[in-house]
């Protein structure tokens, strides 16, 4: 039976498109806030019988959001829908995956409890630290990786002499993979942190940078502190061009103003801002 999409608040920017690439009716799921601050949702249509795809990017009022797509899975479910699904295009709860301090929650432990009411829970590039793939957490989980959507993306440039760089090795999955793809150079910088707004990043590796196009690929750009550090670091080689490609752009405390200032900043529509031009849609299709 075809999935049919219900669209949810943080995705009203991207659902329809992704219900295209599924060949998929869709719905946008009602959502209210009553005067105290509690969360109501409600179907428009029926969903007995149906095979329900959740979009939604947690970005923005992110506990909010969760409830929200909790509370439309168990009433679907409630109604008979025969199956739901989620596709996480902004996944949330990744960062504390362990106790750091005495006393704190493992978020993503919790959150994958709670995402258990799913059939199955895609998420497009989480951010993974510790934990190395995704069922680690979330036993119905899969990773889906924008990689080919960026490669895609960047041909349409029409780049010249392009160098891929990764700002720290975290990140390198990305530039290096793009790189392969295209059969392009790349590099990787190491950062070492000092802070949750404090960076220190150097670069490794002999090749030429001068004249190049550089493209820096990383999975978020949230402050912007590593991104500015990294691109303040390339401009030294005297490069022709820098791009910075975020799949995830939060662009927090004005980065995005502060970084357009020495590159062209480009992100992908997991999160809307006037930067994502770069369209996940397609990566609906890496979905059975």
Avoid at 58 to 80: M, P, Q, T, W
Avoid at 92 to 110: L, V
Avoid at 112 to 129: I, M
Wanted: glycine fraction near 6%.
């Amino acid at each position: 039976m075809a999935k049919e999409v219900i669209v949810c608040s943080g995705a009203k920017h991207i659902g329809k498109n992704i219900a295209k690439k599924f060949g998929a009716k869709f719905q946008i799921l009602t959502t209210k806030k009553f005067p105290d601050g509690e969360i109501c949702v409600k179907f428009e249509e029926d969903v007995r019988g149906k095979n329900l795809i959740f979009v939604q990017s947690f970005f923005g009022e992110i506990s909010d959001k969760i409830i929200e797509v909790l509370f439309a899975a168990y009433n679907a479910k409630d109604l008979g829908a025969k199956r739901i699904e989620l596709l996480s295009l902004y996944p949330p709860y990744f960062r504390q995956d362990k106790r750091f301090n005495s006393g704190e929650a493992i978020s993503i432990q919790i959150l994958g409890k709670l995402f258990e009411v799913f059939d199955k829970v895609y998420f497009v590039d989480p951010h993974l630290h510790r934990i190395k793939e995704v069922k680690e957490v979330f036993k119905k989980g899969e990773r889906l990786s924008s990689v080919n959507v960026l490669t895609n993306y960047i041909q349409k440039l029409k780049l010249k002499n392009p160098v891929f760089v990764g700002p720290d090795i975290e990140s390198d999955q990305w530039a290096q993979n793009v790189a392969i793809i295209l059969g392009k150079k790349h590099v990787i910088l190491r950062k070492k942190r000092l802070g949750d707004r404090k960076v220190q990043v150097k670069l490794d590796g002999g090749i030429d940078l001068k004249n190049k196009e550089l493209v820096i690929i990383d999975d978020i750009i949230s402050t912007g502190h590593t991104m500015l550090k990294t691109i303040k670091l390339l401009k030294k080689f005297k490069p022709k061009k820098i791009y910075c490609i975020a799949v995830h752009g939060l662009f927090l405390e004005n980065s995005l103003k502060k970084l357009s200032k020495y590159a062209e900043i480009l992100s992908t529509n997991t999160i809307p801002s006037k930067v994502s031009k770069i369209d996940i849609s397609g990566i609906a299709e890496e979905i059975k």
